[in-house]
């Protein structure tokens, strides 16, 4: 290429004839002017690079850029004009600034193809860039899950195995008919067990015992006695099967878990060896409190709705709106729970005992409840009563508002993200399928030559348990897919 009549300019000792202080620059096809003093603001950059690659040969220039017109003296760039156009504004402004629409993940590719530090990235652009690199971590998580439940291990023992299908079978209903069988059925085993607590307290359906004490039917006593026994099934096969028996106790839904199990058999042996420790008064007394914690039950729901965990997260990322909504209810509780006991006080017939008194009527106006059982009966207290539920509404208005779009994004989020993941998967079946036909083909050619007996490829794929889903997959994972096409 040295020889080449296209290029003029350059020596045969790779040097320029003609320095110029102007670098051209076609960025697929938005062609920009630099000047060498702005470009040495910043010489580690690629742009500043090209002041000085001219004197090195075309090898140096070919470096740097895609191509090079010596009679135009322009390098040509094979890159994002867009991503482009943001980038530059380093060497006028010092700072960076995403445009909308650019995807942050191909963006910051862009830049480190420039040189150009992510220091100078602004604060609002990086937040996005760190979302978007959270949301690439949680479909690769989500893939390499379902990877991980399809693959088999040959080297791992039967008891292994065992684990993992007994894990997937209890913890993943998508994951097999049997198993979504599975997670309705202790879906009706919570709501038939939370039913047995609520008919079980109507007097009507109670019986007395030897002494006249009032208890459950010992019908229902049997259906709870049922479902508790699948609980404690369901919950020691999760146990024995979990990969990491630690965090699957201190989880927060395995935690109420427990707490929807423990109390009946605390009960239970109070009720059978307690009698011989204490009071039987103190016995029914402790039993009847830990009955109460049977309510907790109804929090297992949340592990088999994704709605409710939905809202669990909702709410845990709307801390700091919910804290404003509580501020301004006992800014307005504590304001007018005070006015309302001072005009009530002329009256002989006054409600309002006391300002903590007071409060109570205070939070059930606020919240435009209104029981009535305690209420003004003066004009300016009914004055005060009036400001206070309109203010009431307007302060818990003001945080629903962005607590509701925390729950839509984040509902759209997992929505986003779970066909993302199904997305992945289908392209490494569909690269996985294209690499099956090479390696037949490979195969066949070997065997017309005489080749090995068997399939050469077959120790080095990983056959899948699923039906349905990537039927044999690559142990090197170097599938080109879209989500490292993004990083």
């Given at each position: 290429?040295?020889?080449?009549?296209?290029?003029?300019?350059?020596?045969?000792?790779?040097?320029?004839?003609?320095?110029?202080?102007?670098?051209?620059?076609?960025v697929?096809?938005?062609?920009?002017?630099?000047?060498?003093?702005?470009?040495?603001?910043?010489?580690?950059t690629?742009?500043?690079?090209?002041?000085?690659?001219?004197?090195?040969?075309?090898?140096?220039?070919?470096?740097?850029?895609?191509?090079?017109?010596?009679?135009?003296?322009?390098?040509?760039?094979?890159?994002?004009?867009?991503?482009?156009?943001?980038?530059?504004?380093?060497?006028?402004?010092?700072?960076?600034?995403?445009?909308?629409?650019?995807?942050?993940?191909?963006?910051?590719?862009?830049?480190?193809f420039?040189?150009?530090?992510?220091?100078?990235?602004?604060?609002?652009?990086?937040?996005?860039?760190?979302?978007?690199?959270?949301?690439?971590?949680?479909?690769?998580?989500?893939?390499q899950?379902?990877?991980?439940?399809?693959?088999?291990?040959?080297?791992?023992s039967?008891?292994?195995?065992?684990?993992?299908?007994?894990?997937?079978?209890?913890?993943?209903?998508?994951?097999?008919?049997p198993?979504?069988?599975?997670?309705?059925?202790?879906?009706?085993?919570?709501?038939?067990?939370?039913?047995?607590?609520?008919?079980?307290?109507?007097?009507?359906?109670?019986?007395?015992?030897?002494?006249?004490n009032?208890?459950?039917?010992?019908?229902?006593?049997?259906?709870?006695t049922?479902?508790?026994?699948?609980?404690?099934?369901?919950?020691?096969?999760?146990?024995?099967?979990?990969?990491?028996?630690?965090?699957?106790?201190?989880?927060?839904?395995?935690?109420?878990?427990?707490?929807?199990?423990?109390?009946?058999?605390?009960?239970?042996?109070?009720?059978?060896?307690?009698?011989?420790?204490?009071?039987?008064?103190?016995?029914?007394?402790?039993?009847?409190?830990l009955?109460?914690?049977?309510?907790?039950?109804i929090?297992?729901?949340?592990?088999?709705?994704?709605?409710?965990?939905?809202?669990?997260?909702?709410?845990?990322?709307?801390?700091?709106?919910?804290?404003?909504?509580?501020?301004?209810?006992?800014?307005?509780?504590?304001?007018?729970?005070?006015?309302?006991?001072?005009?009530?006080?002329?009256?002989?017939?006054?409600?309002?005992?006391?300002?903590?008194?007071?409060?109570w009527?205070?939070?059930?106006?606020?919240?435009?409840?209104?029981?009535?059982?305690?209420?003004?009966?003066?004009?300016?207290?009914?004055?005060?009563?009036?400001?206070?539920?309109?203010?009431?509404?307007?302060?818990?208005?003001?945080?629903?508002?962005?607590?509701?779009?925390?729950?839509?994004?984040?509902?759209?989020?997992?929505?986003?993200l779970?066909?993302?993941?199904?997305?992945?998967?289908?392209?490494?079946?569909?690269?996985?399928?294209?690499?099956?036909?090479?390696?037949?083909?490979?195969?066949?050619?070997?065997?017309?030559?005489?080749?090995?007996?068997?399939?050469?490829?077959?120790?080095?794929?990983?056959?899948?348990?699923?039906?349905?889903?990537?039927?044999?997959?690559?142990?090197?994972?170097?599938?080109?897919?879209?989500?490292?096409?993004?990083?």
């Amino acid at each position: 290429m040295a020889g080449d009549s296209r290029f003029p300019d350059v020596d045969t000792d790779g040097s320029e004839k003609n320095e110029e202080t102007e670098i051209v620059v076609n960025v697929g096809g938005v062609r920009q002017v630099f000047y060498e003093d702005n470009l040495n603001q910043y010489p580690e950059t690629r742009l500043a690079e090209l002041i000085n690659c001219l004197s090195g040969g075309y090898d140096s220039i070919f470096s740097l850029c895609d191509d090079y017109d010596p009679g135009k003296r322009e390098f040509y760039f094979d890159r994002d004009p867009d991503a482009f156009k943001c980038i530059i504004d380093v060497y006028y402004f010092g700072e960076i600034h995403m445009k909308k629409g650019i995807c942050p993940i191909c963006f910051k590719n862009e830049m480190e193809f420039w040189k150009v530090d992510l220091k100078f990235l602004d604060d609002c652009c990086k937040t996005h860039l760190s979302e978007k690199k959270e949301e690439l971590e949680e479909i690769a998580r989500r893939v390499q899950l379902i990877l991980d439940d399809l693959g088999v291990d040959a080297s791992e023992s039967r008891w292994k195995r065992c684990q993992k299908y007994i894990w997937k079978f209890l913890e993943k209903p998508e994951s097999s008919y049997p198993a979504r069988v599975i997670a309705v059925l202790s879906f009706l085993f919570i709501l038939t067990s939370s039913i047995v607590m609520c008919v079980g307290t109507i007097p009507d359906l109670q019986v007395a015992d030897a002494k006249g004490n009032r208890m459950e039917h010992p019908t229902l006593d049997s259906i709870e006695t049922a479902c508790i026994g699948w609980f404690t099934m369901e919950y020691v096969l999760r146990l024995i099967s979990s990969p990491n028996k630690l965090h699957f106790a201190l989880s927060f839904m395995n935690i109420v878990d427990v707490l929807a199990i423990l109390p009946f058999y605390v009960s239970l042996t109070l009720t059978h060896l307690g009698a011989r420790l204490m009071e039987l008064s103190n016995v029914q007394q402790a039993v009847q409190a830990l009955r109460i914690m049977r309510i907790a039950r109804i929090f297992k729901l949340a592990r088999h709705s994704s709605g409710l965990q939905t809202l669990t997260y909702a709410l845990k990322r709307s801390f700091k709106e919910l804290g404003l909504l509580l501020m301004y209810l006992a800014v307005g509780i504590f304001v007018f729970s005070a006015l309302g006991y001072t005009m009530e006080q002329s009256h002989p017939e006054t409600l309002f005992k006391s300002i903590p008194q007071s409060f109570w009527w205070a939070i059930i106006t606020m919240t435009t409840v209104g029981y009535g059982d305690i209420y003004p009966k003066t004009t300016l207290g009914k004055l005060n009563a009036a400001i206070s539920f309109l203010c009431g509404v307007i302060a818990i208005a003001l945080p629903i508002h962005p607590i509701i779009n925390n729950f839509v994004r984040y509902y759209n989020k997992q929505r986003v993200l779970e066909t993302a993941a199904k997305h992945e998967l289908e392209l490494m079946e569909l690269n996985s399928a294209e690499g099956r036909a090479t390696s037949s083909k490979s195969e066949l050619e070997d065997l017309a030559r005489g080749g090995e007996e068997g399939p050469f490829y077959s120790s080095r794929l990983k056959v899948s348990h699923s039906d349905t889903f990537i039927h044999l997959l690559s142990e090197e994972k170097h599938y080109r897919t879209r989500l490292r096409s993004c990083k």
